[in-house]
């Protein structure tokens, strides 16, 4: 069974880069697509970004400017990059893969890491 | 891009109750790309049903979807205590990849 470790700073300054990794444990990385998905506090869920294992991307166009991913299927991670990060950018990341079991679904996630910025 | 809205915002039912919500589309979506997850507090996700109307993998069969078009319903036969919980529609595909429902929480009455 596959699981998703999602790892982080916690705290990251204004205008800084957010990184973030998610170890994936239990399987093959090879022909899924993973995803990062953030939720602030009491609100809902924004997809961000994914990524396929030949590193194709696909951005939420709101983020695009300051988002990019990248994988490592030597290392069994992938990663989330934020650039420019403001408070708004506060929120719980989940990292998800897609179409373990199902298609068109998220049907493994990862725990979340919280992320606060502040300075 | 699809716009998914949710309702109610808020659900108050007891346990044994019957729970009905219902996920509208802006514009058409494929049923095959229609999912349901249930959010428990302090936990991620997980999903319910897949393509409208299929049961993911060890969901209790109290649980079933269904609908078309701009139009599904989420149906929990029997509430059960473990299903009080916030519950989102998605959808996949489009420039927007995945999109989520602003959610509905199913609460204790």
């Known amino acids: 069974q596959v699981q998703l470790q999602a790892s982080g700073p916690g705290l990251v300054k204004p205008s800084e880069t957010l990184s973030l990794t998610c170890n994936v444990s239990?399987?093959?990385?090879?022909?899924?697509?993973w995803s990062w998905i953030r939720q602030p506090a009491g609100k809902g869920l924004e997809w961000i970004a994914r990524?396929?294992?030949?590193?194709?991307?696909d951005y939420n166009p709101s983020l695009k400017s300051r988002v990019s991913m990248s994988v490592d299927t030597s290392k069994k991670q992938f990663s989330l990059h934020l650039s420019s990060v403001t408070a708004a950018d506060t929120a719980v990341y989940y990292c998800a893969m897609e179409g373990y079991s199902h298609y068109y679904v998220m049907d493994v996630w990862g725990q979340g890491t919280p992320v606060t910025v502040s300075s | 891009e699809i716009v998914l809205t949710q309702s109610p915002g808020t659900l108050s039912l007891s346990p044994g109750e019957r729970a009905t919500l219902s996920c509208r589309a802006s514009q058409r979506v494929a049923g095959s790309y229609l999912a349901w997850y249930q959010q428990r507090p302090g936990q991620a996700p997980r999903v319910l049903i897949y393509?409208?109307?299929s049961r993911a993998t060890g969901i209790p069969d109290r649980f079933s979807g269904s609908g078309s078009g701009t139009d599904f319903t989420l149906t929990i036969s029997r509430l059960e205590p473990e299903d009080f919980a916030v519950y989102y529609c998605q959808k996949y595909g489009g420039s927007l990849m995945w999109t989520f429902g602003q959610g509905t929480k199913v609460e204790i009455k």
């Open positions: 393509g409208t109307s």
């Open positions: 990524i396929y294992t030949t590193g194709s991307t």
């Open positions: 239990g399987g093959s990385m090879h022909n899924y697509y």
